[in-house]
């Protein structure tokens, strides 16, 4: 299942914790590369916002926990973090169209 994280960020003086972590994360992402769909910043104009993550795990508790190694979790960067099940039907990524049957 997929599972989509829109992690909004305290404020924006959270910029300064983000470089911190910078390096722990990117190992994160690296080393969870195989359940991660896509990931990646959240801007408003250049100004960094939250992240977005789309994880592939067995379940939605599964997909939390992955998250919760996050150094960007560990670091209480975010005001809050929104959870939802995604189902990618259509576009470029999933190759055109994948209608439920």
Not at 21 to 45: T, Y
Not at 52 to 73: F, G, K
Not at 94 to 101: L, S
């Amino acid at each position: 299942m997929l599972v989509q994280f829109n992690c909004l960020d305290k404020t924006p003086s959270m910029q300064t914790k983000r470089i911190q972590q910078l390096s722990a994360h990117l190992a994160w992402v690296e080393e969870h590369m195989a359940n991660i769909r896509v990931a990646g910043p959240l801007k408003d104009d250049s100004l960094i916002i939250g992240s977005l993550y789309v994880l592939e795990a067995d379940t939605i508790e599964q997909a939390e926990q992955i998250l919760h190694r996050d150094p960007y979790y560990l670091a209480d960067i975010w005001a809050n973090v929104k959870v939802h099940e995604f189902n990618a039907y259509a576009g470029s990524w999933v190759g055109g169209k994948n209608w439920p049957t």
